[in-house]
Each structure stands twice: as C-alpha cells, then as structure tokens.
C-alpha cells in the first residue's frame, strides 16, 4: 500500500479527519477517477482490494500479507464481479463494502486507544453526518439533501437521527437488479 506514511489517530477528531480522508479518496476512484479505477480491477489479476488513505489517496491493490493485518482489511475481490455486472451497479457494489471497511477502521482505532461510550458515540455521529459512499455514487445524497429541503420543520430531530442511521447501516439491503 502506498498511501504514505503511517500514523494512528488517537482522539475523536483525529480518527474523524483519518475517516473523511479514506473516504475522500474512495469516493474518487469510484467518481472522479473511475476509468482509472476500471481499469486497474482487471478480473484476471489476483484477489484485489480498494483502499483508501488518509491524504485523500486511493489505490487499487492485493491485500496485506502479513496476518493478522494492521488494519481491517476492505472486501478482498472487488475485480471478480466487475465484467458479470453493469458498471454501475459493480460501482454501488465496491461502494456499499467501501463504507464497511471505512467504519471498520475508524472503530478499529476507537477499541485501540480505549475510546469509551460518549466517545465512540461522537465518533459515529460525526460519521453518520457524512453521506455514505454508496449514497455519493448512485446519486442518492443529491436526492437526500432536495428531500430533506422539502420536509416540514416540524420533524423531530430524533426521526431525523435515525433515518440516517438506518441509510448508514442498512443500505447494503439495496438491491442492485435494478
């Protein structure tokens, strides 16, 4: 992996900015760069994996030898499926594990320096405030924000909380038949 030096974020904010860098860098291969990212899952290569860094980098590359790994490993194969689906449901695809790995790791350094209850509450809803990866790539966080200007004040902030909740942890029920 080349996405730098390494450094392990030990407070709340670090471990958020760590999080908006990786995915910052996720949501480019899958957007901004994605012919590139197309191209570099040749299906006849091994098992590959997206990363992402915390400088906003991303890279497409075999997983970690060493066992067990630093850090959560993200969805080993994402080039398998790529020429068995469309493109754009192979893009929500790698996105949907995309968002898994990110939390893995941003709880990974949680557990590791010992983040207690109001602490990884703070971390998830920093986290859960950010659209998913998924959400950026199909389009559905533009849909979110025109709903969201739509909707009566008069919604209470816990519905609203949960909702995203729900976005964030369940989105991988979407189906991707469409």
């Given amino acids: 992996m080349d996405g730098g030096p390494q450094y392990n974020p030990r407070t709340v904010e670090e471990v958020f900015r760590d999080f908006k860098g990786r995915r910052a860098g996720m949501i480019k291969a899958l957007t901004t760069d994605v012919e590139e990212f197309y191209q570099q899952c040749d299906p006849e290569k091994e098992n590959l994996c ?18 067990p790994p630093e850090l959560p490993e993200p969805a080993l194969g994402i080039n398998f499926a790529r020429d068995g689906m469309q493109e754009k449901d192979w893009l929500s695809l790698v996105a949907v594990h995309s968002d898994a790995w990110l939390l893995a790791v941003a709880f990974y350094f949680g ?17 859960n405030d950010l659209p998913t990866i998924f959400e950026v790539v199909t389009g559905a966080a ?29 989105i991988f029920l979407v189906s991707f038949d469409k």
């Avoid at 557990?111 to 986290?127: E, T």
């Fill in 50 to 67: 997206l990363y992402g860094f915390p400088n906003e980098l991303w890279e497409v590359n075999l997983p970690a030898e060493e066992v």
């Fill in 111 to 127: 557990a590791r320096f010992g983040f207690d209850k109001a602490d990884r509450k703070r971390l998830f809803n920093m986290i």
């Fill in 142 to 170: 533009k849909k979110q924000v025109k709903e969201k200007s739509s909707v009566s004040n008069h919604s209470s902030n816990k519905s609203k909380s949960n909702s995203k909740v729900v976005n964030y942890f369940f």
